[in-house]
């Protein structure tokens, strides 16, 4: 099955926003761990 390159197109474009959210809050907790860690054990 091939797509054509604007069908591709908007897949990349939805998958991309449907994932942005998740990038962030997986971010923001990576961050919060980190930052955590780095105080608790300098």
Do not use: E, K, N, Q
Not at 3 to 22: C, E, M, Q
């Amino acid at each position: 099955m091939t797509l054509s390159a604007s069908a591709r197109g908007r897949f990349v474009a939805v998958a991309s926003l449907a994932l942005l959210p998740w990038t962030i809050v997986y971010t923001r907790g990576f961050v919060t761990v980190f930052t955590a860690v780095a105080l608790v054990d300098p």
